[in-house]
């Protein structure tokens, strides 16, 4: 194959424009950022790859996918929420109907902070009662808020209808 000067000069452009437009590779030495930083990462619950990824908010490095979560069950996991408590990160995965715990500094699973729901509960979100281990989790298919003690791994919790069906006048809704 004889290629002339113009050709050559092109390939080398075109091979060029694609090395620059590749996307970088993604930090992998988080593991000495969150253990060295763990108070100034934010961390971002990543629904489609069912993970969670890491921001240093000072070089503005990402940390893709550095956690997977829904460790336990065959189902998809769902990842729906996330709360940080102390040293725990908490996550709840509405597909698995469970609540899983990460270490916040390693990201180390933590196989004793699972709490699991009910099938069919599908928790979609939950809110942390500030000062203490408990959380509001509620229900995307039963309409219940559940109370739960994330310093007690189990299933056994307190559930409480959060609403109450009205009928509406006819003239109510058009």
């Known amino acids: 194959m004889n290629m002339n000067k113009s050709q050559i000069i092109i390939s080398i452009i075109i091979v060029v424009i694609l090395i620059l437009s590749c996307e970088p590779e993604p930090a992998t030495d988080y593991q000495a950022f969150m253990q060295a930083n763990p108070e100034k990462a934010i961390l971002v619950l990543n629904g489609s790859s069912e993970s969670i990824s890491a921001l240093d908010p000072e070089t503005g490095t990402i940390y893709k996918d550095i956690q997977l979560v829904g460790h336990s069950g065959t189902n998809r996991a769902i990842p729906a929420d996330m709360i940080i408590q102390g040293t725990q990160i908490n996550v ?21 902070g699972e709490h699991y729901f009910k099938n069919g509960y599908n928790p979609i979100s939950f809110i942390r009662i500030p000062g203490s281990s408990w959380v509001f989790a509620a229900g995307f298919e039963t309409d219940e808020v559940q ?9 056994d919790y307190s559930f409480v209808k959060c609403f109450n069906e009205v009928s509406l006048p006819a003239d109510s809704h058009s």
Do not use: C
């Open 92 to 112: 709840i995965l509405s597909g698995q109907n469970s609540i899983e715990s990460y270490d916040s500094s390693s990201l180390d699973y933590l196989v004793d």
């Open 147 to 155: 109370l739960v003690n994330l310093s007690t791994p189990g299933t």
